[in-house]
């Protein structure tokens, strides 16, 4: 759960909580993200890179791909 981690501490280095980050989730969206949801889906590792991208932009960061050659 290397995710769940990583987003955990963006978090808090940002001084919001899941329910505030689900609460900006749900207005970016449209779709109905609770603590519950996000919660679940950190600690299943169901989050989908599109989701995960939406949480970078929130929390002011980007998300890349870097070539390894």
Known sequence: MYARKIIKTLIVMRGLTITKLAEMMREKTGKPY????????????????DEAYIIADLLNYKLEFIDKL
């Open 34 to 49: 609770t603590f519950k949801s996000l919660t679940g889906k950190l600690q299943r590792g169901s989050l989908s890179l």
